[in-house]
């Protein structure tokens, strides 16, 4: 085994001329969109243009430039992709495996976004754009299914946390739609009356005075997101039990 001292360690904050030398790595934004249609959670995907991957899915991702900062290429490649500015936005994790991209070594930054899903103007390419429900997504290229799947976890831990599900809703609601997205999200069934119970018991949300328009079913009452419930930071207010 060879010791540091026949192979030193440089580093390149006092070595600035060998910068050049790791150059060879470049560096991507991966972006998990989230929507929801009312019952089931989506993600946006754009078809694979790569031969070892055809007919398979991908997340929207793009290099980062080299005058670009990290959120601002993924909030460029969301805005190209679906039209929106002034999205939630988090960044989740970094995946660097050595073979996770077949043309080098690309370290990729995954971010989630959580979209209204009636709002998303598709920036239609050769190979399309669709939206996906999360819970039937099987295989992936790249590595795409595991960042998927750490997004997920990521919304899921965060959900029960803070109230970040109300970028999914219109800004108008019922607590139908409500019980349905954190349902879709957890993958879990809550009791109706608990459920709604623990919501208006919390100042989450507040009536808006007006009902559903062209339903089938009995209109049910609309409510809207108290924005002063983002006091609640760091407040754990759903169990996750299925009770509500």
């Not at 607590?175 to 349905?180: A, G, K, S, V």
Request: contains cysteine; charged residues 25%.
């Amino acid at each position: 085994m060879q010791s540091h001292a026949t192979f030193p360690i440089k580093n390149i904050n006092t070595h600035l001329t060998e910068i050049k030398d790791y150059f060879k790595i470049a560096v991507s934004v991966d972006c998990v969109i989230f929507g929801f249609d009312g019952n089931v959670l989506k993600v946006l995907l754009i078809k694979s243009d790569l031969a070892q991957y055809k007919n398979k899915w991908s997340l929207l991702g793009d290099i980062v430039r080299p005058d670009e900062e990290l959120d601002n290429a993924a909030y460029r490649v969301l805005r190209e992709r679906t039209g929106l500015d002034n999205v939630y936005m988090e960044q989740v994790h970094t995946f660097g495996a050595l073979n996770r991209h077949p043309a080098g070594r690309v370290i990729t930054v995954a971010y989630y976004s959580l979209v209204n899903i009636h709002h998303v103007q598709l920036k239609v390419s050769d190979f399309g754009l669709h939206w996906h429900a999360v819970k039937d997504i099987k295989q992936m290229a790249f590595d795409h299914k595991l960042i998927l799947d750490t997004c997920v976890k990521r919304l899921q831990d965060r959900i029960i946390e803070h109230p970040v599900g109300f970028n999914l809703l219109p800004k108008k609601f019922s607590l139908r739609e409500l019980q349905n997205l954190y349902e879709a999200i957890l993958g879990v069934k809550f009791d109706r009356r608990n459920f709604r119970k623990k919501f208006l018991s919390l100042g989450l949300i507040e009536d808006v005075n007006e009902v559903e328009n062209d339903v089938k079913h009995r209109p049910a009452k609309l409510y809207r997101f108290n924005e002063k419930a983002l006091l609640l930071k760091n407040t754990r207010f759903v169990h996750v039990n299925g009770n509500g």
